[in-house]
């Protein structure tokens, strides 16, 4: 079992930068998990974010968040971070982290174990 606490969100102006993390608490090492970002607005589903395999050595990202975001992770600090910079309206969404105790790092949100309660973000025209 591993708890995940996010936080970071907040207001922003589009164009503008926040960093989301992650951080967990479990009797498992974290560097045993695949870490994953998702998002929800309102009215839509949740999707796919961001992913970072268990070293941090590959990542994978949605196509809407490419070259905007960075995710990584301090396997020391149990934290997974999400860095989101040229934020847009359409980015408002509550964010979660979920961790995969897979060994591939997927988008599929059905794979991964635990979850997080999500920090909103809202962005502003």
């Known amino acids: 079992q591993v708890q995940l606490v996010e936080s970071g969100g907040g207001l922003v102006q589009a164009g503008g930068s926040l960093r989301l993390s992650c951080t967990a608490s479990?009797?498992?090492?974290?560097?045993?998990?695949?870490m994953g970002w998702f998002r929800q607005a309102p009215g839509k589903e949740r999707e796919f974010v961001a992913a970072?395999?268990?070293?941090?050595?590959?990542?994978y990202y949605a196509g809407s968040v490419k070259g905007r975001s960075t995710i990584s992770r301090d396997n020391a600090k149990n934290t997974v971070y999400l860095q989101m910079s040229s934020l847009k309206p359409e980015d408002t969404a509550v964010y979660s982290c979920?961790?995969?105790?897979?060994?591939?790092?997927?988008?599929?949100?059905?794979?991964?174990?635990?979850w997080g309660q999500g920090t909103q973000v809202t962005v502003s025209s």
């Open positions: 479990s009797g498992r090492t974290f560097s045993s998990y695949v």
């Open positions: 970072i395999s268990w070293n941090g050595g590959s990542t």
């Open positions: 979920a961790a995969d105790d897979g060994v591939v790092v997927t988008r599929n949100q059905y794979e991964y174990d635990y």
